[in-house]
């Protein structure tokens, strides 16, 4: 039988503990509207539709540098056994969500008061945190698209700030992310591979510069992957690669070529310890019990049984580290 819902061993919190299958990004865009701020920033619909392909675009590269990893390129006819597929729902992209506030005359802390906004909105505001609200409006949306996982993605109306960036005092500049399927914030004004940047974040990469606070000793992911190309790996030798979660000329370069450092990929789960083209998350032998025997009437050997998946260890040192697998027994032979 094909199992429905959440994936195996998941509750509905755990909505983005790795990076593979089918993948919801809900896009919102706040408008504010003047009544506590004054209004300096208005979305129309080229900067609508720019936010949107920068999304777009960033959501792609993923999708875009699974096709493109190593271990899999040795074969001149690789068969795919991993998927990803990002989800975009724009509904509150094309229909701005109201704010009394305009975000990036704020301070970067002050999110928690226009999210809560949008979470009005979208009937998910409740006494509870917004780290609850927001997941269960993720699940939601999970459920609703009959994914594996789903995040959100506020792009911040920028066009006529003097820097394009949230107001000194707050602990984030630009773009930010929370972790293990919560969401992210960028202003519209960055880059599509600073939301690709982003949402590794949300499937648990670190950062790998040195601003940032990104270190050598981070540990992070379901492997609970080591930061081994942080600016400050100490090795003797060491010289650190392009990647993703890097910054300037090194995420450049990443970025064009749809690659990551293997230790950013290792925590959004893409490692592969014995090298057979099966990430080790999904690695796991399914349990099949049961018994037969022949029937010298029909001579037929006849089976009757029960199989399941199982689920590696979740060792992640952040989120809930409950076991979790999207795999599926779909047929037997």
Same mark, same amino acid.
């Given at each position: 039988m094909m199992l429905t819902g959440l994936p195996y061993g998941a509750l509905p919190e755990d909505t983005a503990e790795y990076m593979l299958g089918d993948i919801?990004?809900?896009?919102?865009?706040?408008?504010?509207?003047?009544?506590?701020?004054?209004?300096?920033?208005?979305?129309?619909?080229?900067?609508?539709?720019?936010?949107?392909?920068?999304?777009?675009?960033?959501?792609?590269?993923?999708?875009?540098?699974?096709a493109n990893y190593g271990p899999w390129l040795s074969d001149p006819t690789p068969t795919p056994v991993h998927s990803l597929n990002f989800i975009l729902d724009f509904q509150y992209a094309d229909q701005p969500v109201q704010?009394?506030?305009?975000?990036?005359?704020?301070?970067? =802390? %002050?999110? $928690?008061?226009?999210?809560?906004? #949008?979470?009005?909105?979208?009937? *998910?505001?409740?006494?509870?945190?917004?780290?609850s609200d927001i997941r269960a409006f993720n699940h939601s949306q999970r459920e609703a698209y009959d994914a594996d996982w789903a995040?959100?993605?506020?792009?911040? =109306? %920028?066009? $006529?700030?003097?820097?394009?960036? #949230?107001?000194?005092?707050?602990? *984030?500049?630009?773009?930010f992310a929370f972790s293990g399927g919560r969401f992210l914030i960028s202003p519209a004004g960055r880059p599509a591979s600073t939301f690709a940047h982003e949402t590794g974040h949300i499937f648990y990469a670190r950062d790998e510069y040195e601003t940032s606070g990104g270190s050598y000793t981070d540990r992070r992911?379901?492997?609970?992957?080591q930061n081994l190309n942080a600016w400050d790996n100490p090795d003797a030798g060491f010289v650190q690669a392009a990647s993703l979660m890097a910054s300037?000329?090194?995420?450049?370069?990443?970025?064009?070529?749809?690659?990551?450092?293997?230790?950013?990929?290792?925590?959004?789960?893409?490692?592969?310890?014995?090298?057979?083209?099966?990430?080790?998350?999904?690695?796991?032998?399914?349990?099949?019990?049961?018994?037969?025997?022949?029937?010298?009437?029909?001579?037929?050997?006849?089976?009757?049984?029960?199989?399941?998946?199982?689920?590696?260890?979740?060792?992640?040192?952040?989120?809930?580290?409950?076991?979790?697998?999207?795999?599926?027994?779909?047929?037997?032979?």
């Amino acid at each position: 039988m094909m199992l429905t819902g959440l994936p195996y061993g998941a509750l509905p919190e755990d909505t983005a503990e790795y990076m593979l299958g089918d993948i919801v990004v809900t896009v919102v865009l706040m408008e504010s509207n003047g009544v506590v701020d004054t209004s300096t920033e208005d979305w129309n619909q080229n900067t609508i539709n720019a936010a949107k392909a920068k999304v777009q675009e960033g959501m792609q590269w993923w999708e875009d540098a699974l096709a493109n990893y190593g271990p899999w390129l040795s074969d001149p006819t690789p068969t795919p056994v991993h998927s990803l597929n990002f989800i975009l729902d724009f509904q509150y992209a094309d229909q701005p969500v109201q704010t009394d506030y305009e975000p990036i005359s704020r301070i970067s =802390n %002050d999110y $928690v008061l226009w999210v809560d906004d #949008f979470l009005e909105v979208a009937g *998910f505001d409740t006494p509870a945190t917004i780290d609850s609200d927001i997941r269960a409006f993720n699940h939601s949306q999970r459920e609703a698209y009959d994914a594996d996982w789903a995040f959100t993605i506020f792009v911040v =109306n %920028d066009e $006529v700030d003097v820097n394009g960036r #949230f107001e000194p005092g707050g602990d *984030f500049q630009r773009a930010f992310a929370f972790s293990g399927g919560r969401f992210l914030i960028s202003p519209a004004g960055r880059p599509a591979s600073t939301f690709a940047h982003e949402t590794g974040h949300i499937f648990y990469a670190r950062d790998e510069y040195e601003t940032s606070g990104g270190s050598y000793t981070d540990r992070r992911g379901y492997y609970n992957s080591q930061n081994l190309n942080a600016w400050d790996n100490p090795d003797a030798g060491f010289v650190q690669a392009a990647s993703l979660m890097a910054s300037d000329d090194l995420l450049d370069a990443a970025y064009a070529a749809d690659i990551s450092s293997e230790s950013s990929l290792a925590m959004v789960g893409w490692q592969d310890s014995d090298g057979d083209g099966v990430f080790d998350v999904l690695d796991v032998p399914l349990t099949l019990t049961g018994y037969g025997y022949y029937d010298p009437v029909s001579g037929l050997y006849k089976f009757q049984g029960h199989s399941s998946v199982n689920t590696l260890p979740n060792a992640n040192g952040s989120g809930r580290q409950n076991d979790i697998t999207i795999n599926e027994v779909s047929v037997a032979e």
